[in-house]
Each structure stands twice: as C-alpha cells, then as structure tokens.
C-alpha cells in the first residue's frame, strides 16, 4: 500500500502531525502499537479544554478528530529502511511505501538507529529512561531527507500541550515540504 505520509507513533504528537498532514490532503498512515507513554496516567490538569481527562480518553479524543484525514492501524513497525527517494515499511506481514515518514514513538529506538540517526538521552526526562534524536529541529528535520521526528524524540520536555504543538508543527512542515507551498489551516465562515 501507498502513502504519501507513513506516521510511525499514535500518541499525541503523532496524531497531532497526521491531523495537519491529512487535512492538507496527504494519504495518510498512521501506526499505533499501543505504547504511548500517556496511557499510563489517570488524569491530566494540563490539558487546555480537558480539565481531569485521562490519558486513554484524550488519546481518544485525538484519534476522534482525526476521523477521515488519516488511517490509524493499531500494528507495530518493525521495519523501516529508504530505498532512493521511498521510504518502505512493513507492519504485521505487510509491506507499505512513502514518500514522507514520521517518526513519533521513543518506546523503541531500533529503527532509528537502523536508518542511521544518531540517539542519546533526552536530558529533559529526569529519569533518563526517554531518548531524543540528535540536531532535530522544532520542525523535526532530520539529516535524513523526508524523515521527520515529532515528540519526545526531539528532546521535548515530557508535557502534552508541548508534545500536541511539536507535532502540529511538523505536520505542517511535512504539508509544505510536499506541496511546495505554505500551508495553514484556520476554519472560518
């Protein structure tokens, strides 16, 4: 299967890219292992508009909204590797092609380091459990061209309004990288 846009993390900062990558009409893969960080907490206070809200049902919530801009498949990637300007990925026994990919998971570091990135600590997490992607910008631009990293990966501190707008930054820098032109989305009558 094709893609323009393979989003590799269903947590908040990559659903939060595949919104904008989506609605900026970019065929849009999402994989979700299940792994987000942000299902382990039970309420959340900082979340502007969702005062008490758990980590499951904001992950919700986010998928909800994300609703025909992009597929979610609840499938982990085990493999990620570019050949010329495709990058191919394959989940579950199937093999999927892209032109863009977004890295948005820091459970497993393996694909990182297989397409060449360097990895270290994310300073930011005081238990240096969290790794971070070295010299990627806000916009989550990496060395690799066409490959992104949206979320903690990119040494964010651990917070969800930071990780949310992180990865609607990159989505958006994905939409204007593809399209060649500058992208916003504002929803007015």
Known sequence: MKADVIV?????SGLS???F???AGLKTIVFDAGESQIKKVAKLNNVLG??????????????????????????KVDFLQKEGDTFIVK??????????????TNVDTALLEAIGLEIAVNENIKSGKIKKVVGVNWEGVT???NLYIAGLLTDLPSQV?????????????????????????????
Do not use: C
């Not at 969702?50 to 979610?72: H, I, T």
């Not at 989505?171 to 204007?176: H, K, L």
């Open 21 to 23: 990558t989506g609605h």
């Open 91 to 104: 989940a579950n026994g199937a093999t999927y092609e892209a032109v863009r990919v977004i890295i948005a």
């Open 143 to 145: 060395s690799v061209p």
């Open 50 to 75: 969702a005062p008490g809200v758990s980590g499951d049902e904001l992950l919700e919530k986010y998928r909800q909204q994300l609703g025909d801009f992009a597929e979610v498949k609840s499938e």
């Open 161 to 189: 309004m930071i990780a949310a707008g992180q990865g609607a930054a990159v989505g958006v820098r994905v939409a204007q990288d593809a399209t060649g032109d500058k992208y916003m989305w504002h929803d007015v009558n």
């Open 17 to 19: 890219a595949a919104l």
């Open 8 to 12: 590799i993390g269903g947590g908040i």
